[in-house]
């Protein structure tokens, strides 16, 4: 990594003025952002950063003093052209050749793991990691807390992998529960072999909706009930009816999910947990943990005090399990069967109770891995709707995205000739869509524009897409033959120092999203880069 050897060049001098280890140094240099208003050098040091790995009273003082006299102390080299000093900073300015010759060759060199390889790092171990992400409801809507799950867990499935990690992708479905009761029963009455077959998600929506309607009925309560029992029970025929129903909408999951460029290694479930539920409640039983209430719910105190000021309930009245207790077996199953060094739920900021309680009901039944398990939390959408109203299924938007790109590349006079106008427009209306999504933290509520995220100017996916198209041409009309002999003379106008220094601070955005999980650094980095190259 071309930022590397200059770090690398900066932390040895640096450790023989300070006497400290370069390693200890490394990660107090980063690269300067660039800036359209003024010059900035490339890679600065951070007084306040060094002072805690210091035993020097001296740098206890005044910061902005601390850095002139570091400065002071430094000499330039046949790397560093410049140094100077800023408010509690050391600023460090490469040989402007070397820059360019540098980047260019590591750039060329490193490909598509160029960023990955930086010393950066070296000290991260390669880990396994579970990531839990998008788990629809089978027959429910598929809103647009789904579709936010599914493009940031396939985010950071997506950078663990490119950083090294092995990743187990799991969907975990909705695929039980009264409402299979109630379907089950809808689908004799409503449902249509012809119609789950050629479009299972929207018919046994359809057949849900209708049941859902009768359901007042005294009668069609008991029968779904029945259905339920018939189920839990193992009952052949029953079965079988909600095999098919699982089985052909995740044919259809499978199909959509591919549009987006996303998929799974396994598709999991709460019915696959019914039994090892049951367990659950023992191991809580035989550990002291469960507690019944005056009307024989099961709960677990998570208070502090124990005096069961927080509890969570486990167990309803008639002995049967809850969500979270299928997610304790789940929890569980998965340590048993992969072994993980990190579990990663991928849900809405409306579930972080669900997860704070399932964690520590782990710890409290001595699984010390709990400390492993994280839940990445994100915000609400608003406004999200198709033109016929509102988004039911994943694919309603997608084939609005795709649609209303079409109809932008057509009205728009500069648009060019494509091969595939449909696929094009799908694959350009995406991307907006997810940096629109990326573009702020991912806890933040936001209201969403179809106008605003299908922009062709701006920070949106379809300028940014025109970009990268933009200099894809350029590699294509001028050749990208092997770089062995370059004229970094070309290289030296401010505008070309400045895409050069941007280039410097990837690896630094990727270690920031690796470390915090937010891909806002990197499509920020990209949005700056597309400022600088785009014309």
């Given amino acids: 990594m071309a930022a590397g050897s200059f770090r690398r060049s900066i932390a040895s001098q640096l450790s023989k003025v300070l006497d400290l280890p370069p390693e200890n140094l490394i990660k107090s240099i980063s690269a300067v952002p660039v800036s359209k208003k003024r010059h900035v050098a490339d890679f600065q040091l951070s007084i306040a950063s060094i002072i805690e790995n210091s035993s020097s009273d001296g740098l206890a003082q005044d910061l902005h003093l601390q850095a002139q006299q570091l400065a002071e102390r430094l000499k330039c080299d046949s790397v560093v052209s410049e140094i100077s000093a800023g408010p509690g900073t050391v600023n460090f300015t490469i040989n402007r050749e070397l820059l360019a010759k540098t980047v260019l060759q590591q750039v060329w060199k490193n490909g598509s793991e160029y960023g990955v390889k930086s010393e950066l790092f070296s000290t991260v171990p390669r880990q396994k990691a579970v990531i839990e992400f998008s788990s629809p409801n089978i027959a429910k809507k598929f809103h647009i807390g789904h579709l936010r799950s599914t493009i940031v867990g396939n985010f950071i499935a997506n950078l663990k992998v490119a950083l090294g990690h092995e990743v187990v992708r799991i969907n975990y479905l909705g695929d039980w529960g009264m409402q299979f009761g109630l379907l089950g029963v809808g689908f004799q009455s409503f449902g249509s072999k012809e119609k789950l077959k050629s479009s299972p998600l929207q018919h046994l929506f359809e057949v849900y909706v209708q049941i859902n309607k009768a359901a007042e009925d005294e009668n069609t309560k008991k029968l779904a009930k029945d259905f339920f029992r018939k189920l839990e029970e193992h009952d052949e025929q029953t079965l079988s009816i909600w095999k098919l129903f699982r089985d052909l909408s995740i044919e259809e999951y499978i199909r959509i999910y ?43 105190d998570l208070s ?18 809850l969500y979270i207790t299928r997610d304790l077996a789940a929890a569980i199953d998965r340590m048993n069967k992969h072994s993980w060094d990190t579990m990663i739920y991928v849900t809405d900021k409306s579930q972080s109770n669900h997860f704070q309680h399932l964690f520590q009901i782990l710890k409290l039944m001595g699984y010390d891995w709990a400390e492993r398990c994280q839940h990445v939390s994100f915000g609400l959408v608003q406004g999200m709707k198709t033109r016929r109203g509102e988004v039911i299924f994943l694919e309603d938007v997608l084939n609005e995205v795709r649609s209303r790109m079409l109809e932008n590349m057509t009205s ?114 990209l949005l700056t880069l597309r400022d600088w190259t785009a014309p």
């Fill in 258 to 300: 591919k549009r987006l460029g996303v998929h799974f290694d396994e598709y999991s479930g709460e019915s696959f947990y019914q039994e090892k539920a049951r367990e659950v409640l023992k191991m809580l039983e035989d550990k002291g943990l469960l507690q019944k209430t005056i009307k024989g719910t099961g709960i677990v």
């Fill in 304 to 321: 502090e005090k124990k005096d069961l000021s927080t509890v969570s309930t486990v167990m309803r009245s008639d002995g049967t399990s």
């Fill in 412 to 525: 728009t006079k500069t648009t060019k000739e494509v091969q595939d106008p449909v696929e094009t427009a799908e694959k350009v209306g995406l991307a907006a869509l997810i940096i629109q999504d990326f573009r702020g933290l991912l806890s933040s509520d936001y209201q969403f524009s179809w106008d605003r995220a299908l922009q062709s100017r701006g920070d949106t996916g379809v300028f940014l897409q025109y970009t990268h198209a933009r200099l894809h041409s350029l590699e294509q009309m001028h050749g990208n033959a092997e770089l062995t002999d370059v004229n970094v003379a070309c290289l030296q106008e401010p505008d070309a120092i400045s895409v050069l220094q941007h280039l410097l601070r990837y690896d630094e955005v990727l270690y920031r999203s690796s470390q915090d999980l937010q891909p806002k650094h990197i499509v920020s980095y």
